[in-house]
């Protein structure tokens, strides 16, 4: 397994203190709507078993000490990440947030109510997030170009949705009450997942040009952020729901537990495709 140099394999002083400074200011932003969310009565039932508005707290605070301490010190990385991975929880929600949106300007789909405080929350965590993660990483010399076992995951990871709703499309009738038997076979689910396993391989096969790996790169990037924001809201939700921190809509009856781990398997083919993103297609070597 080959050593590849991250784009921030040399960060200056200048370099570090400036992104100290806009996470910080990110960070503020975030909880300072995070505080004001909190403050308010009743929120609209569809975010039932998102963050509640503290994480988001505690997330930035979290951050900000990770990124304050000396990048050597040995619990810079174990709290930066911690950071960043409460605050993959705090924005979890944002896409029903859009959908609404879109919805409000016309677009078919979701009802048109938007819980707009929530969405700017959500919003500022997720840049917070995206923020937190690249300075974290500005701090790391060298990382390990994935190999090939981060493809097979992504195949597998990429499974389990589509076989779900193919078992529903049969009259299976485990977690069934969750969503209902479909009336045709999930095309969709299929060609959208193999898609995205698809795009995995790519990410990791060597790519002679420059913008078919900038292509290749961004579309990861796409596909990672949303399947990271669903997979967090069904991971972290459930989990909270079972701790009694949230009263989600969470239910183990009937089968219905199934939805949990499924959905859960978007979050970890976001994460797959997140770090094939990060190292891009290796180039191709010249003969």
């Not at 000396?70 to 029903?96: D, E, K, Y």
């Not at 390990?144 to 589509?162: D, E, Q, T």
Request: positive net charge; glycine residues 10%.
């Amino acid at each position: 397994m080959s050593i590849t140099k991250t784009p921030y394999s040399t960060p200056t002083p200048a370099r570090i203190a400036r992104s100290r400074g806009i996470v910080t200011v990110a960070c503020t932003v975030t909880v300072a709507l995070a505080v004001i969310a909190s403050t308010r009565g009743e929120v609209m039932t569809y975010t039932a078993g998102f963050a509640p508005a503290w994480v988001a707290v505690v997330a930035c605070a979290l951050g900000l000490v990770g990124v304050a301490l000396p990048a050597g010190h040995s619990a810079s990385a174990a709290i930066s990440w911690t950071g960043v991975t409460l605050l993959s929880w705090s924005a979890a929600g944002l896409v029903f947030d859009i959908f609404r949106a879109a919805a409000v300007l016309g677009v078919p789909g979701l009802p048109p109510m938007v819980d707009w405080l929530g969405l700017s929350v959500r919003a500022m965590a997720l840049t917070s997030g995206v923020l937190l993660t690249a300075t974290t990483l500005r701090r790391v010399d060298r990382l390990r170009r994935p190999g090939r076992a981060w493809v097979i995951a992504a195949w597998l990871c990429a499974a389990p949705y589509p076989l779900l709703k193919a078992y529903w499309w049969g009259g299976g009738d485990l977690g069934s009450e969750a969503i209902g038997h479909t009336g045709s076979f999930p095309y969709g689910e299929v060609v959208v997942f193999a898609l995205a396993a698809v795009w995995a391989t790519a990410l990791a096969a060597p790519v002679p040009a420059s913008l078919p790996r900038t292509l290749l790169v961004a579309g990861g990037w796409f596909a990672a952020a949303a399947l990271l924001n669903l997979g967090a809201l069904a991971a972290f939700g459930t989990l909270a729901d079972v701790l009694g921190i949230v009263d989600g809509p969470i239910s183990f009856h009937d089968g219905r537990w199934v939805v949990t781990p499924v959905y859960a398997s978007w979050l970890a083919l976001g994460i797959v495709l997140g770090r094939l993103s990060l190292a891009g297609p290796p180039a191709r070597r010249r003969r």
